[in-house]
DNA sequence: ATGGTCGAACATCGA
């Protein structure tokens, strides 16, 4: 019988410095399932104390000092935990685990690719688009249903975006990073379902920068953070949320979280 | 056109 699964992606821009809001969230929202990228922690200081008190007994995590990190903060078992290295440099960003029923969660942090959008002139940039290439390989070959999300760094379409013009040359929504994402997206026949839920023509953001004098006024966002579904679980999505709200909490990250619920 | 802010860890890098 389907029972409903609601899960959850957030770049925390630390775990540790925002394990206050990451519980107020839990408390207000309780996902079944929290993905977590950039904790920022190596793995033995994760503070798993405070998930395990909220019912997140689940805990599956792939992190590294200083930098990215990722992990999976469940209510419900986690099986056959994965971690690729997609950018080939030892980088954690990403980790993935079974859930009931078969079906994949793939938790991702797609590299920022640093400020120049040229592969010769920023080796960051290139390591961006070789990871987003060894993603499309790895999708063309997937066979069990599976949810892709996380930090995508990429805000493909216009109304992702708060101004398409101004940021044609600016690293998230360039031409061929945009391509790129759409050459992921074909080879996995993803659905991304923040869009199922909010029509394309409609301006939809995940994440404010922390440089604006205040972000709520100037709403100069972008949709970086995704919730993608192969075709056979599209039907099983029947709702999903960013909760904007949270980019205004004390000391916030400057991602905010997505919910998606599925009946799986 | 430019600079604006965070966290980790303690100068600077990555975002």
Redesign the pocket.
């Known amino acids: 019988m389907a029972t409903t699964l609601r899960i959850a992606s957030w770049?925390i821009?630390?775990?540790?410095?925002?394990i206050d809001i990451v519980e107020r969230f839990l408390r207000e929202e309780a996902p079944d399932i929290l993905c977590l990228q950039?904790t920022?922690?190596?793995d033995p200081l994760f503070p798993e104390g405070p998930f395990r008190q909220l019912g997140y007994n689940h805990i599956v995590i792939n992190g590294q000092?200083?930098?990215?990190g990722v992990a999976i903060l469940s209510k419900v078992p986690l099986a056959n935990r994965q971690a690729h290295d997609w950018q080939a440099n030892g980088?954690a960003r990403h980790v993935g685990v079974e859930l009931r029923g078969g079906v994949r969660l793939e938790n991702v942090y797609v590299?920022?690719?640093?400020?120049i959008p040229d592969r010769n002139e920023n080796v960051?940039f290139g390591q961006k688009l070789d990871f987003l290439a060894r993603m499309t390989e790895w999708s063309g070959s997937l066979s069990a249903p599976t949810i892709l999300t996380g930090?995508f760094?990429v805000a493909p379409l216009e109304t992702d975006v708060w101004s398409h013009k101004q940021l044609l040359n600016v690293v998230s929504h360039t031409p061929i990073e945009v391509e790129a994402l759409g050459g992921l997206q074909a080879a996995g026949k993803w659905v991304d379902l923040a869009r199922e839920f909010v029509p394309p023509q409609e301006k939809l953001y995940t994440w404010w920068?922390?440089?604006?004098?205040d972000w709520e006024t100037s709403d100069r966002g972008r949709r970086l953070d995704h919730m993608w579904v192969t075709p056979d679980l599209k039907d099983k999505a029947v709702g999903h949320k960013t909760h904007k709200p949270c980019r205004g909490w004390g000391?916030p990250s400057?991602h905010v979280p997505i919910v998606t619920e599925f009946r799986i």
């Open positions: 770049n821009n630390s775990v540790r410095a925002r950039e920022k922690v190596a000092p200083m930098h990215h980088e590299p920022a690719g640093g400020d960051k930090d760094n920068s922390y440089r604006a004098q000391k400057d």
